[in-house]
């Protein structure tokens, strides 16, 4: 695939392919890998699918694979006519799409994150639990289970959006269920509380999380991230896009519209900034007056109060 990207970033360089970009300042995208899959960006127009098609050409012919027209699809943003559609569809020879289907198993979402949008979710721990036949399961393996397989399946999740309140708590329930035997619609006795259960061994829980916390977790991971990893991607888009500004510490402000992701890291924001502080060292990045430097509040803080 080196090769593909090679053939790209020279077509890039003689401002043949016209990647895209979220936002004004944002870095341009012309591709993304993964793992299994690729996905190309570029400006919808039919030279630019020209321009494509003789990338993957190139690069066919000179690694001997072959582009799958069956699993390959085109995703057109909303504002492209019927006919530019229908022209760059038949150029490339692939079939248009509406829906970007899933990535690890998440569907890509382009609605408002709900408990119904993320019912799938919700669906894959019923099936694993389904699959398990509860009677058959000592309390030590029904509780390890829990914390091995269940709560792995909606990490993934977790670390991009933030979940309704009501399907972390459908979750929750579906953990206790399992891990006090219950089967069939027959309720059981919990003999501990959720909370005793979600509480640090050595304080006399049994080290479970509550996935509402989780979830926030991840969501705070990714804030720090915005502060001390300017160099990733998502990180160079994110912050154009939602003008966090130049300086280290990013500005970070609810929007009316806004993506998912964002939405999710705005009230993970509010417990992060407060724990985060400079290292004085020389000085010279820091705002004497309103940067936090201190044990505390800042300078100007306590000088107005």
Sequence with gaps: MERLFHLI????DHHLWKPIKLSKKGPPLSHLAFAD??????EASL???KIIKACL??????????????????????NIGWSVKNEISSSLGFQRTDDLGKYLGIKLHHERVSKRSLQSVMDHINRRLSSWKTKTLSFAGRLTLTKSVLATIPSYTMQIVLLPKQLCDDIDKSYRSFIWGQDSGKRRIHALTWETLCKPKDDGGLGLRESRKVNTAFMMKNCWALCSQPEKLWVRVVRAKYACGDESIPVVNKRSVASNFWRGICPAWVEVQPQIAWNVRDGLLIKFWIDRWLPSKTVLYKVVV
């Design 9 to 12: 970033k020279i077509a890039e």
């Design 37 to 42: 899959d690729l996905i190309l960006f570029s």
């Design 47 to 49: 030279d630019q699918a």
């Design 57 to 78: 050409d190139n690069f066919c012919h000179s690694s001997g694979m072959k582009v799958s027209t069956e699993k390959t699809r085109i995703f057109f943003s909303k």
